[in-house]
């Protein structure tokens, strides 16, 4: 296995802490993957195992975040890049794919898809797990495209996406981050329900073909309120309600509409389903 993460043009993600003053970069990415990442974990596992990743697959994750999905497809045996904005999470991704006393086998490339070297191309899976819908759809279909071109001929390229709106418990925690940004008119920022064929679009935009799809439960977990505030924030989608109403107000607002899942131990719990599309490269 030889992981390699590569630095492209995907949406920040940075966000901050309930208490206190704004954290650093570092300490936001960090509150994602010690936190909010894991909440995926089914998603990523259910696409792999259809898929079959293991030795011999070599994968591209497009906005890998901290690594988690890299690390869950280079325990099978799968040769792993990724690829990722977010400095801050790429550092810890660089942490979890180089063990301690190991030698340093991640590298970072400055720019886009298109910098990579040559060596670099042979992709047999793409995956894009950030959810369809929370912003950066522009900058993810200019993404996959590129990727395309360093994939084989009918390499797998799996999208991730929200399952109906009636599914999801965190939809209406989601929608604190939508009513705050209203009265900038800022209706695009952050989340929105997910649509029925939103990934189907996706597909056809970056032009893929599509090759069968699943939903996959991934419920939201919490030790406490606090954590479930640091949770959510740290996925970005809460960035556009920061900037116009303020840290404390989002978290004011953020802990009232958990508080409905909160259960007597104190434990946060959201019910979720996610949703899958596996489409083919030309």
């Known amino acids: 296995m030889s992981p390699t993460l590569v630095r492209h043009q995907i949406p920040n993600t940075a966000s901050v802490h309930p208490d206190g003053p704004a954290p650093t970069a570092g300490t936001r990415a960090r509150d994602w993957a010690e936190i909010q990442e894991r909440m995926l974990v089914p998603l990523y596992e259910a696409a792999y195992d259809r898929l079959g990743i293991g030795p011999g697959t070599r994968l591209l994750g497009l906005g890998c975040g901290s690594g988690l999905a890299l ?33 340093e086998v991640t590298r970072l490339v400055s720019g886009g898809l298109a910098d990579a070297a ?14 369809v819908g929370c912003g950066g759809t522009e900058e993810l279909t200019g993404a996959l495209t590129a990727a395309t071109a360093l994939a084989e001929r009918g390499s797998a390229v799996v999208l ?38 939103d990934l189907e679009e996706l597909a056809a935009r970056a032009g893929l073909r599509p090759d069968g ?30 900037e116009v109403a303020g840290p404390r107000q989002v978290e004011k607002e953020l802990a009232e509409a958990l508080h409905p ?22």
């Open 160 to 197: 991730g996406g929200w399952g109906p709106v009636e599914r999801c418990a965190a939809a209406g925690v989601l929608r604190v981050a939508q009513r705050l940004v209203a009265p900038a008119k800022r209706l695009g920022a952050g989340w929105r329900p997910a649509g029925r064929d």
């Open 118 to 131: 040559p060596e670099d191309a042979g992709f047999t899976v793409i995956t894009a797990f950030h959810p």
């Open 71 to 103: 690390l869950l497809a280079a325990a099978r045996g799968a040769q792993v890049s990724g690829v990722d904005a977010d400095e801050s999470r790429l550092e810890l991704a660089r942490e979890r794919l180089t063990p301690d006393g190991m030698p």
């Open 261 to 282: 899942f909160q259960r007597p131990d104190g434990t946060v719990w959201m019910a979720n389903v996610f949703r899958y599309l596996i489409a083919r490269t030309p």
């Open 213 to 242: 799809s699943g939903r996959v439960a991934c419920p939201f977990g919490y030790a406490d309120l606090a954590s479930a505030v640091r949770g959510m924030l740290s996925t970005g989608l809460f960035e556009g309600a920061l």
